[in-house]
């Protein structure tokens, strides 16, 4: 459904995308992790035609990101990381106003529906302002969805909501890739991107660093992580199983912590740098 080929973004003499090639397919949640400055957000700009590639290219559906913006655009939407709703207005009327813009046909039915999915139904009529930021959050999802695209962009869908919410923003995600959506998502929860997507792409200053099922990433570099102190710093020792890390534990002096693997340590054993929400 996305490809792109050795796609390559410079702002001036600076890189923030080098050589990026994706293969992602129908149907699939696919995230893209790494720290600020990895070159995610410039992905999407490029996928979502909001900017040109200084080289390579990309397609979605077979249609390139470039050549074929017009036919491209109805097939997404992007539910981006600010909540750029109107507050004033209610969540019903924010929607309309959207559908409006994009000539979505049948627009009140079609709202409603999806307000009823959303379990915003009984909120519709409220001023945005008074929703909260779980609500808002669900309420941007909505009106992505109006125009009923096959590919759904989400840049850091949960960010700043409590885990509960989180969980039941997750259910929505997995509901839509049900209906054969594809989902393309940026994060820095650790969780989040275990927990959603079939497969992910670590990326760090531009580059593809590592590309797969999160499984499999954390199998490559180890199933436990010993953890311990040294001074005011924790160092961080990959294993392959259990026996192993208490045989570690065994020759430090001091308190040590027994964890499983997850997708931070694959991109700390990458790349020496911690990711951070």
Request: proline content about 5%; charged content about 25%; some cysteine.
């Amino acid at each position: 459904m996305i490809v792109t080929e050795n796609l390559q973004k410079y702002y001036g003499s600076t890189c923030a995308l080098e050589g990026l090639t994706l293969h992602i397919r129908e149907g699939e949640i696919f995230g893209l992790l790494g720290p600020n400055g990895a070159g995610k957000t410039t992905t999407i700009k490029i996928l979502t035609t909001l900017t040109y590639p200084s080289g390579g290219r990309a397609s979605i559906g077979g249609l390139d990101v470039v050549r074929d913006r017009p036919r491209l655009k109805p097939l997404i939407a992007v539910c981006p990381q600010d909540i750029n709703l109107d507050r004033e207005l209610t969540a019903f009327e924010n929607l309309w106003f959207y559908g409006r813009l994009y000539r979505v046909p049948d627009l009140k039915r079609r709202i409603n529906e999806l307000l009823e999915w959303g379990q915003l139904a009984e909120r519709a009529r409220e001023p945005v302002k008074k929703l909260s930021g779980g609500l808002m959050r669900r309420l941007l999802i909505l009106r992505a969805l109006l125009s009923r695209p096959r590919v759904l962009f989400l840049d850091e869908p949960t960010v700043g909501l409590d885990p509960q919410i989180r969980r039941q923003l997750w259910d929505m995600i997995r509901h839509l890739q049900a209906q054969g959506i594809t989902v393309l998502l940026t994060t820095h929860y650790i969780e989040e991107a275990e927990s959603l997507c079939h497969r992910v792409a670590i990326l760090n200053r531009g580059r593809l660093m590592a590309l797969d099922a999160p499984k499999t990433l954390i199998s490559r570099v180890g199933g436990y992580v010993v953890e311990t102190v040294d001074g005011y710093q924790r160092r961080y020792r990959l294993v392959k199983d259990r026996g192993e890390a208490y045989d570690r534990a065994r020759e430090e002096p001091d308190g040590v912590l027994i964890r499983q693997a997850n997708l931070e340590d694959v991109f700390i054993q990458l790349t020496g740098e911690r990711l951070s929400p």
